[in-house]
Structure formats: C-alpha cells, structure tokens
C-alpha cells in the first residue's frame, strides 16, 4: 500500500488539531459576554493558532509540492478521485485564507498580532472601521465552509474505512 511520508502525516495531524482547537476556542471566545481578561486572553490563544495554523500550512503545501501524495485504488471511481482532489484543493485554500482573513480582521479592528505575546507580525493595514465588519464576515463564514469541508472529509474518510474498506484511511494514519 502507498502510503503519506511521514512528515505529511506529522502534518495532517498536527495542523488538524491546531484548526479543531482554533475553531473550539473561537466559539468559546465569542460567547463571553464583554471584554474580560478571559475573553482577551482567548482571543490572543486563538490568533497564536492562527499563525501557527498558517505557518504549517505553507510547510505542508511546500512537502506537498515536493512529494507526490499516494495514488488513489485503481478501482476508485474517476468522479470519486476528482471530488477529493477537489476537496482537498479546497481544505489547502482553506487553511490559508481564514488565518489571513483572521488576521486582516484584527488589523482592521486595531488590534495588532503579537505572535506568542513577543514577536509583533507587520500592520499592513491602518484600522478600518468600514472594512471590519466585512472581514469578520468572510472570517466567520470561511470558518463554516471549513467545517462543511471538514465534516465531508472526515465522512469520506469513515466511508473508505468501514464501508468500502479500500485502505485509503490507512495511508494518513502514523
């Protein structure tokens, strides 16, 4: 069986973690009610897994675009094999715009990012009231498009499993 190379699996996993605990937290944050300490000190965890979240991702595109990912079964059917490489073109844009649009939206609110609490990343944008309800919007909606996209992955993933039990699963499993 072909199997990932085990940095691209590091990867799954570790950025799959990262955007579960992101999308966890984010839901958390915003339902605390005012700015408390908690609620700040969640919005700064949150961005901190943003950036990391992005900066996997283009180690993992880079992997990607140096090593080829396993073929999929030759009895897999062609519209199978194009809807998951579509699906998983979609996760990538993903994992890329929603950390920028996160991003975008802190500066537009006014709110610079401070990786980890130390390292200030650059404002490229002056705050903008105007555009910062517009980025919170794409922000949140990316988010939910992820989580359709995710739950379809995951879904296709139990379907290889147990259904078709085709060992597709395995090839990402450590």
């Not at 890329?96 to 990343?121: E, T």
Request: proline share 8%; aromatic share 12%; hydrophobic share 55%.
């Amino acid at each position: 069986m072909d199997r990932y190379t085990k940095p691209a699996m590091l990867l799954h996993w570790l950025i799959a973690l990262l955007i579960i605990s992101a999308f966890g937290l984010g839901l958390t944050m915003v339902d605390i009610p005012g700015l408390t300490p908690t609620k700040l000190k969640y919005f700064s965890w949150h961005k901190w897994l943003g950036v990391t979240v992005l900066a996997l991702a283009c180690a993992r595109l880079l992997w990607r675009l140096t090593h080829r990912a396993p073929a999929y079964p030759a009895h897999m059917p062609q519209w199978q094999q194009s809807a998951a490489h579509g699906l998983h073109l979609g996760l990538y844009a993903l994992m890329f715009a929603i950390p920028v649009s996160g991003y975008f939206y802190s500066l537009a609110a006014g709110v610079p990012v401070v990786y980890l609490g130390v390292l200030p990343l650059p404002v490229l944008m002056a705050p903008n009231p105007e555009l910062k309800p517009l980025l919170k919007e794409t922000h949140y909606w990316l988010n939910m498009i992820l989580l359709g996209a995710f739950a379809l992955h995951v879904l296709a993933a139990l379907k290889h499993q147990f259904i078709d039990r085709d060992n597709i699963f395995k090839r990402i499993l450590p």
